[in-house]
C-alpha cells in the first residue's frame, strides 16, 4: 500500500455506512480507506473509486464491489452517471499527496530528493512545475506563492526564479532550492519550501479549482442524509470545505431564497474539525495537519 491511510476510523465511521448503499472514494491512493470502506459493505454495496494517477490502479484489490475510475475527482458525476450510480450514500476524499508520490524522487514532488520538476498528478497533463516554473513570469509566480504558498517574502523567490532560468533552465527540485535558498532563513529552510513546492503542486494540478467542482458535484450525487466526508491538509483546502458545508458557497457568506430560507445542501454532523491524536500522528507523520470535516446532505 502507498502508505498508512489517516483517520481511517473517524473518516470510516463518518461515512454511516450501510451494507446495501453506494460509496465513492474520490481519492483512492493506496486504497487504506477503500478497503475499510468495503470490509463495511455487504454483496450488494458497492463503490466507485477514482483516482487520476496510473501508478494507484495496482493497490485495487479484486472485488467485484468495486468500480475503479482512472480520472480526477472533478469528473465526479459524469462518471457516476455513465456507471448508473446516482444518487450515492456517501462520498470520501482524502485531499493529501500520497507518501508514494512524495517518495519516489521521479515525481518531483519531494524537497527531500533530487529530480525532475514534474509535480503532476495525471501524466496526462501537460503542463509541468517545469514548465511553471521556467515560462511563468514574475508576477505570476509571485500570485501563486503568496496565494498557494502563503509564503510572505513570495516576491523575492519570484525574482531569484527568474534572475536564475536567464543563465540556465530550472529543471530539477534542487536547481529549484539552489535558486531560492539566498530568500530563507536557514532555521525556516524546510518549512518555506514546503510552502513552495505546495505551490507550485497546487498550480500545476488546477488543485483548488477541481476541488470546488467536486464539492460542487457532490452535492448534486449524494442523496438525503448522505455523509461527505473530507480530509484536508492545508487552510486552502479546509477553507473550502468548511465554506461550502456551512454556506452552499466558498466565499463563505450564507445567502437566503425569496422565502428566507438558507441556500445550503449541508448540515455539519460534527461543529469542529476532527485532528489526529498525538499516537496517530507518533506513528504517521503524515497526519500530522490534516483535519477531518463531516457533514450531511439535507
Do not use: W
Amino acid at each position: 500500500m502507498y502508505h498508512n491511510p489517516v483517520l481511517l476510523n473517524k473518516s470510516i465511521d463518518g461515512l454511516n455506512i450501510r451494507e446495501d448503499g453506494v460509496y465513492v472514494d474520490a481519492t483512492f491512493g493506496g486504497g487504506g480507506h477503500a478497503r475499510a470502506v468495503l470490509e463495511c459493505l455487504g454483496q450488494e454495496g458497492s463503490l466507485v473509486a477514482f483516482d487520476q494517477d496510473l501508478e494507484a490502479e495496482v493497490n485495487k484489490p479484486n472485488d467485484r464491489r468495486l468500480i475503479f475510475v482512472n480520472q480526477n475527482f472533478r469528473y465526479l458525476k459524469n462518471f457516476l452517471r455513465l456507471y448508473d450510480k446516482i444518487p450515492v450514500d456517501g462520498i470520501l476524499a482524502d485531499l493529501g499527496v500520497s507518501s508514494h508520490q512524495f517518495d519516489e524522487a521521479g515525481r518531483g514532488f519531494s524537497t527531500r530528493m533530487d529530480g525532475p520538476l514534474d509535480m503532476r498528478m495525471s501524466h496526462r497533463q501537460t503542463q509541468s512545475a517545469a514548465d511553471v516554473v521556467n515560462t511563468y513570469s514574475e508576477d505570476e509566480l509571485n500570485n501563486i506563492f503568496r496565494l498557494y504558498g502563503e509564503i510572505k517574502n513570495s516576491r523575492c523567490m519570484a525574482k531569484l526564479i527568474v534572475e536564475n532560468r536567464g543563465q540556465q533552465a530550472i529543471e530539477t527540485t534542487f536547481q529549484l532550492i539552489k535558486a531560492v535558498e539566498k530568500c530563507i532563513p536557514p532555521t525556516r529552510m524546510n518549512k518555506m519550501l514546503a510552502m513552495l513546492f505546495q505551490a507550485i503542486r497546487i498550480e500545476v494540478n488546477q488543485e483548488l479549482e477541481a476541488l470546488k467542482l467536486f464539492l460542487e458535484q457532490s452535492a448534486d450525487v449524494l442523496k438525503p442524509g448522505g455523509r461527505l466526508v473530507i480530509i484536508s491538509y492545508h487552510s486552502l483546502e479546509d477553507r473550502l470545505v468548511k465554506n461550502f458545508i456551512k454556506t452552499g458557497n466558498f466565499e463563505g457568506k450564507l445567502q437566503k431564497d425569496f422565502f428566507g430560507n438558507n441556500l445550503v445542501d449541508f448540515k455539519t454532523v460534527v461543529s469542529k474539525a476532527i485532528v489526529p491524536d498525538k499516537s496517530e500522528i507518533e506513528q504517521n507523520s503524515r497526519a500530522r495537519s490534516a483535519k477531518l470535516r463531516i457533514a450531511e446532505k439535507i
